[in-house]
């Protein structure tokens, strides 16, 4: 059951997606269809799960599952991931990969392999007060308190000098 991302309770569960490069406005606008078509028939052992979505700096999809409806399952789970597959395929882009760093420069936010952001830190050309952002985030209220942190409060903070 597809529900408006902001009327979502502050537990609920979020999975974010950070995409290797911003996508434009035309597959924005084609990924929200496609999600509200996903969300909409998403269950589990078919049960409707309240979820809904979000699309941050035309990078981060991150879906959201309220828990005190109905818990994701395993094949709950398999099947986003399996939709996450697919829209990497069909927009030729990394959304799974766990080993990449996004950041801020300014307004702009920036995507590097792990290798790459460590590399930086070691110029110091990313440091402590580089606002990251923080992908294992479990929860909409972590979302918004320690998404965009700067490195320092971060797990990133351990490539840091």
Not at 43 to 65: E, M, N, Q, V
Not at 123 to 145: C, D, G, P, Y
């Amino acid at each position: 059951m597809l529900v408006d991302f902001n009327t979502l309770p502050e537990t609920s569960r979020v999975w974010i997606y950070q995409s290797n490069r911003s996508f434009s406005d035309t597959e924005l606008e084609e990924i929200k269809s496609k999600l509200d078509i996903f969300i909409e028939s998403w269950t589990a052992h078919g049960s409707d799960l309240k979820a809904g979505y979000d699309i941050r700096y035309k990078r981060f999809i991150i879906l959201a599952l309220d828990q005190e409806v109905n818990k994701a399952t395993g094949c709950s789970i398999d099947a986003s991931v399996t939709f996450i597959q697919q829209l990497e395929k069909l927009y030729n882009v990394d959304l799974l990969d766990k080993m990449n760093v996004s950041y801020k420069q300014g307004e702009f936010v920036a995507h590097k392999t792990l290798t790459d952001f460590r590399k930086m830190a070691k110029e110091k050309a990313v440091s402590k007060n580089t606002i990251v952002f923080n992908n294992l985030v479990t929860n909409i209220e972590e979302l918004n308190e320690s998404w965009e942190v700067p490195a320092s409060e971060s797990w990133h903070n351990r490539f840091l000098n």
